[in-house]
């Protein structure tokens, strides 16, 4: 309907600009139009050259060349006239009734056009809305290869939740016979990456059921109540072949919380296809064996009418995986690429932790990629080191130009994290230490942990404020001064120790009182600090310097006790410009003499070194 009502404004529009401008061309082309005496008295005076009557009316033209029009009473007396008098006599059919028959069939004509054009096109867009949802269907083909839960890796605590939605599909009545009702709807979320989409397509491949992908931005239109019907149309698409499964992705663009009052047009139609959305779902008959499968990284600001029992019964999150989820990931894919037979999945898996499953595959692609560009049959494990640089720190920055006095300044900066990593106790082992910039980082320490850390202790937490502060104690203790290098730094251990005071209870002063609340779901840091007095607020900063400047302190401490090791740290940093773990443990287990023999600019052999092939400068250059 919104359609003809705007292809009508259209043409009537038309209408008048075309019948406006006609009018002023009327106008323009107009002749001059006189009285009957005057056109006599210019007869009299034998001023007339010719004349063309059109009914009652004469089109008079003066010898002069001038023309004008006038009204007669009588034509055929004024004929007789004229034609006593020599004067040309011209007649001429009056067409205007005629032109205005003509042009008001055309009017007619195209109005019902417009009409006929408009009502053909709200057919078409309701048929395509009727094909939308068959369009989005997938049927499983026994020809196509499925996905099953044996692609699946690394959340076993989410497959075995989800078992049960695939015996339900295959298997109703083994529910129905007790009473059992199948959940309606399930949400799956989780951070970007952790599979829940590939989750879903592996629910519909076990059941073998048919199986509907759809995005939340699908119901987004710029007309109105389109939202609504697609979600009418998928449902009632879905009865016909059900049971099957209807997952929408990003559910989260269509299922936000709804705005109270007076809202835009863009958040009504939002509204309008919830309201859809939940009025379907809860259209469920017990017959109808559909399950509704949605996935959003955004669950915190989903409508809570949204997420009820009776709609989305069951909320699976999808984390990402711990080491033998990522080990088991990284061995899915390792099988579609040519790996080396002394490759240690084992091993990579300990050196990405935090990797979503989307980010492994990247992982192992980039490595086999790397490993193409040199030539090389198989991926080894040094490709997979240098895609991991790569997804983490950028691409290897060759051409950036830095002076030695300011990779003097970087390579005892790196080396300040690392030996003061090294002597914390607490401190996770150090993995590679690099002075060669990639992206935004000049250098990087790279720590790994053994195994992954479900909680954190203030003795943990403390080391990594301590080590922070290692590089720009470094830097104060070899060169009497501060740089912006340890901006990243700062910032890091800023919000450490104020995660600690404000959000973990860790300060004997403040006490277990959170001061800080989050509300970001599984994305961003939407972090918000409580309303407190000014007293409280003044309490929480200077706890929050003093645990800052106590850590600060210990790294100085730390290095000004092994002065001679950082030092010596930075020169082998300065020649290599990598040091692997195995490389830094040697440095760290060897301990130089702090003296130099006279005459000589080489460094004595280690105290622990009973050969100089022990050393470690030969041990390095090997």
């Known amino acids: 309907?919104?359609?003809?009502?705007?292809?009508?404004?259209i043409f009537f529009l038309f209408t008048v600009l075309l019948g406006g401008g006609y009018g002023l061309w009327i106008l323009e082309h107009t002749l001059r139009t006189?009285?009957?005496?005057?056109?006599?008295?210019?007869?009299?005076?034998h001023d007339l050259a010719s004349t063309t009557f059109t009914g009652n009316k004469v089109?008079?033209?003066?010898?002069?060349?001038?023309r004008y029009e006038t009204t007669v009473p009588n034509p055929e007396k004024l004929i007789s006239e004229l034609q006593d008098r020599d004067i040309q006599i011209n007649f001429k059919k009056d067409r205007s009734e005629e032109i205005f028959q003509a042009v008001a069939l055309v009017y007619v004509i195209l109005l019902l056009l417009t009409v006929i054009i408009s009502l053909s096109r709200k057919r078409r867009l309701?048929?395509?809305?009727?094909?939308?949802?068959?369009?989005?269907?997938?049927?499983?083909?026994?020809?196509?290869?499925?996905?099953?839960?044996?692609?699946?890796?690394?959340?076993?605590?989410?497959?075995?939740?989800?078992?049960?939605?695939?015996?339900f599909l295959k298997d109703p009545n083994q529910y129905s016979k007790i009473g059992a009702v199948s959940p309606k709807g399930i949400l799956l979320q989780g951070p970007p990456g952790t599979g829940k989409t590939l989750l879903a397509r592996a629910i519909a491949g076990e059941a073998k059921v048919p199986f509907y992908n759809f995005s939340g931005s699908d119901f987004v239109e710029m007309f109105v109540g389109v939202g609504a019907s697609r979600v009418r149309d998928i449902f009632k698409e879905a009865k016909t072949h059900s049971p099957c499964i209807i997952f929408i992705d990003e559910i989260d663009a269509v299922g936000g919380i709804r705005a109270g009052g007076v809202t835009a047009s863009g958040q009504d139609e939002r509204s309008q296809t919830l309201n859809a959305l939940l009025v379907e779902m809860d259209g469920f008959s017990i017959s109808d064996t559909i399950v509704v499968l949605a996935a959003t990284n955004r669950p915190d600001i989903l409508d809570p009418a949204l997420r009820r029992?009776?709609?989305?019964?069951?909320?699976?999150?999808?984390?990402?995986?711990?080491?033998?989820?990522?080990?088991?990931?990284?061995?899915?894919?390792?099988?579609?690429?040519?790996?080396?037979?002394?490759?240690d999945i084992d091993k990579i898996a300990h050196m990405v932790p935090g990797f979503t499953g989307a980010e492994l595959a990247n992982l192992v692609n980039e490595a086999a990629l790397m490993a193409a560009r040199n030539g090389k049959n198989n991926v080894e494990h040094e490709d997979f080191e240098l895609a991991s640089d790569r997804i983490l720190m950028g691409v290897e920055r060759k051409g950036m130009i830095i002076s030695e006095k300011d990779r003097k300044v970087l390579a005892l900066h790196e080396a300040g994290h690392a030996i003061v990593a090294k002597t914390l106790p607490h401190a996770d082992p150090i993995h590679k230490i690099t002075i060669i910039p990639r992206g935004r980082a000049l250098g990087q320490t790279q720590q790994l942990s053994v195994t992954d850390r479900s909680s954190y202790s203030y003795d943990y937490l403390k080391s990594r404020i301590t080590i922070l502060m290692g590089g720009r104690a470094a830097e104060e203790i070899a060169f009497q001064q501060r740089t912006t290098g340890a901006?990243?730094?700062?910032?890091?251990?800023?919000?450490?120790?104020?995660?600690?005071i404000c959000k973990w209870g860790m300060s004997d002063i403040i006490g277990p009182q959170a001061m800080v609340i989050d509300d970001s779901g599984f994305i961003g840091r939407a972090t918000q600090r409580l309303e407190m007095s000014d007293r409280t607020s003044e309490s929480v900063d200077k706890e929050i310097k003093k645990l800052l400047e106590t850590c600060n302190k210990e790294?100085?401490?730390?290095?000004?006790?092994?002065?001679?090791?950082?030092?010596?740290?930075?020169?082998?940093?300065?020649?290599?410009?990598?040091?692997?773990?195995?490389?830094?443990?040697?440095?760290?287990?060897?301990?130089?003499?702090?003296?130099?023999?006279?005459?000589?600019?080489?460094t004595n052999q280690c105290r622990t070194c009973p050969a100089a092939e022990s050393c470690i400068h030969s041990k390095l250059r090997k």
């Open 487 to 500: 901006q990243g730094d700062i910032s890091q251990a800023t919000e450490i120790a104020t995660n600690m």
């Open 126 to 167: 309701e048929e395509k809305e009727n094909k939308f949802a068959s369009d989005k269907l997938i049927l499983p083909a026994s020809g196509n290869k499925l996905v099953t839960f044996d692609d699946v890796a690394g959340i076993p605590e989410a497959l075995e939740e989800l078992q049960e939605i695939v015996n």
């Open 309 to 343: 029992p009776g709609r989305f019964d069951r909320q699976v999150n999808i984390l990402p995986p711990d080491i033998r989820g990522r080990k088991k990931i990284l061995q899915v894919h390792g099988n579609k690429v040519a790996l080396s037979p002394d490759i």
């Open 59 to 66: 089109i008079a033209q003066h010898v002069a060349g001038d």
């Open 1 to 9: 309907m919104a359609v003809l009502i705007r292809n009508l404004f």
């Open 555 to 602: 790294a100085v401490q730390i290095l000004k006790e092994r002065f001679y090791l950082l030092k010596q740290l930075a020169e082998i940093l300065l020649e290599v410009e990598t040091l692997d773990e195995e490389e830094f443990e040697i440095i760290m287990d060897c301990r130089f003499t702090e003296k130099i023999e006279a005459g000589k600019n080489e």
């Open 34 to 45: 006189v009285t009957y005496s005057e056109f006599r008295h210019c007869l009299t005076n």
